[in-house]
């Protein structure tokens, strides 16, 4: 597929799953294949002129069998892109080029530890989700998300009853009683004892001072560049 090649699709549902994080489904024309972790661009108008466009990257969320794909977006108030979709309402079209990016599941007798914040959890889902993941269920996994408040806090649900896969919620300013971890991402792995670091591949997505932070603590610990995996978010 051509990199340049723009692709219609329409929204089939857009909606608030906390308080600012929407997700949005999205139906392409034809079929749009993709291996589960990678993104695709979106192609808005740009506020400031009318004669241009806007390109902005978003994972997908949904596994790559389903015949949609869904959306995890973090609303950015002051951004130009995010405003704009927000406002899309069902059967509005929008056009999307890729997919792209190589942050995939690799398979390994190491254990996949996944960190995130945020809406960086949506390439998690992704994999997860997909078949691939569904035949082969490793023995164990983490994943561990890291968000300001307890109500920013992703597919609790599904990650809490996912087979096999310890779910940690890192909460860092917590808004009432919170009986989870309290703390960065960081923190918690810095809170580990006698923890097999080196058991593990880590795939790691969201904003880049996590990412830099998480890796200088792991090289730390003697993990290996080989054994990690990351994709930043931008705002």
Known sequence: MSKLMKIPA?????????????????????????????????????PRNPE?????????????????????????EDGLGTPQLTKFEVGQEINLIGPFGKF???????????????????????????????????????SLLGVRTEDEILYDDYMSSYPNLDWIKAVSRPKGQWDGFHGRV???????NNFAYNDYDYYLCGNGAMIKEV?????????????????????
Do not use: W
């Open 104 to 142: 995939i599941y690799v398979e390994s007798e190491r254990a996949p530890f996944f960190i995130s914040t945020g809406t960086g959890i949506a390439p998690f889902y992704s994999m997860l989700d997909s078949m691939k993941a569904r035949q082969a269920l490793p023995k164990k996994a983490i």
């Open 186 to 192: 960081t923190d918690y792995l810095r809170s580990l």
């Open 10 to 46: 329409k929204v089939i549902r857009n909606e608030y799953i906390t308080p600012t994080v929407f997700e949005m489904d999205l139906k392409p024309e034809g079929n749009l294949s993709f291996l589960a972790g990678q993104f695709v661009q979106f192609v808005l108008p740009d």
């Open 215 to 235: 890796k200088e603590f792991l090289a730390e610990q003697g993990v290996e560049k080989k054994q990690i995996y990351q994709e930043i978010y931008f705002k």
């Open 52 to 76: 241009k466009k806007l390109k902005r990257s978003y994972s997908i969320c949904s596994a790559p069998e389903t015949n949609f794909l869904r959306f995890c977006i973090k609303l950015v």
